[in-house]
């Protein structure tokens, strides 16, 4: 079964540029989340889809977004982009019901020059 | 709310020595826990869980008990390799509702030196 894959796995862009970052979850997977790791702030949640439904969302300002598709496909979305947005960006699928595992995809690295 | 506590790293070990990474949480709910793996330019990777007080989830030589009573989920390992040089993280999850979102530790680097 493929694991969880995300593209692209590197970008580079400039301060107040937009990016879109794609996951596509292991099939039959219903739930995706995406998570923002750094040096400093560690793992944060950004938000999970189920079902193409925004279920949960972190604490982060309204230029993060993101949207699911009806084959569970996933992506998020950075409007603006500040120095501080670069980050492992990590995409993690599940079923979607009950304290379950989650799977993880190798990340897209962000860099904002 | 909820919030998973660990012990601070970076953590230098010898080849074959005995690890103990701590983890503490506090949780909302009864949560399952979970030890994630994460090795240099990759994603996280499950290495264990436990869903119920008293569970000990084992992996890889890895092992980590439940404990409800000191809200507990140590990490231990009898003898590390250089291979399990590592970002290793402590996280729970909750219910259903929150199915998709995990709460994480801060991670623990792991390096072990030959």
């Known amino acids: 079964k493929a694991g969880v894959t995300q593209t692209p796995r590197y970008l580079i862009k400039t301060r107040g540029q937009q990016v879109t970052l794609s996951c596509s979850p292991i099939?039959?997977?219903?739930?995706v989340s995406w998570y923002q790791q750094t040096p400093g702030q560690g793992l944060q949640f950004l938000f999970e889809?189920?079902?193409?439904?925004q279920r949960n969302k972190g604490n982060f300002p309204g230029r993060f977004s993101g949207r699911q598709f009806s084959n569970s496909r996933s992506e998020m979305n950075v409007s603006t982009l500040e120095l501080g947005d670069s980050a492992l960006y990590l995409c993690?699928?599940?079923w979607g019901q009950g304290k379950e595992t989650q799977y993880f995809g190798p990340g897209t690295r962000l860099l904002v020059l | 709310g909820n919030s998973v506590t660990q012990m601070e790293g970076p953590v230098t070990l010898s080849e074959e020595a005995f690890l103990t990474i701590n983890c503490t949480y506090t949780?909302?709910?009864?949560?399952?826990l979970f030890w994630y793996v994460q090795y240099p330019g990759e994603g996280l990777q499950l290495l264990l869980k436990?869903?119920?007080?008293?569970d000990k989830g084992s992996n890889k030589g890895f092992e980590a008990t439940y404990r409800k009573e000191t809200t507990s989920f140590h990490l231990e390992k009898g003898s590390v390799q250089v291979s399990d040089s590592a970002v290793y993280f402590c996280?729970?999850?909750?219910?259903?509702?929150?199915?998709?979102?995990?709460?994480f530790g801060d991670g623990t680097t792991l390096t072990v030196k030959p």
């Open positions: 993690a699928s599940s």
């Open positions: 949780a909302t709910g009864y949560p399952s």
């Open positions: 436990a869903t119920k007080a008293d």
């Open positions: 996280a729970l999850s909750v219910d259903n509702t929150n199915a998709g979102k995990s709460t």
């Open positions: 099939s039959g997977h219903r739930s």
């Open positions: 889809y189920f079902s193409e439904t």
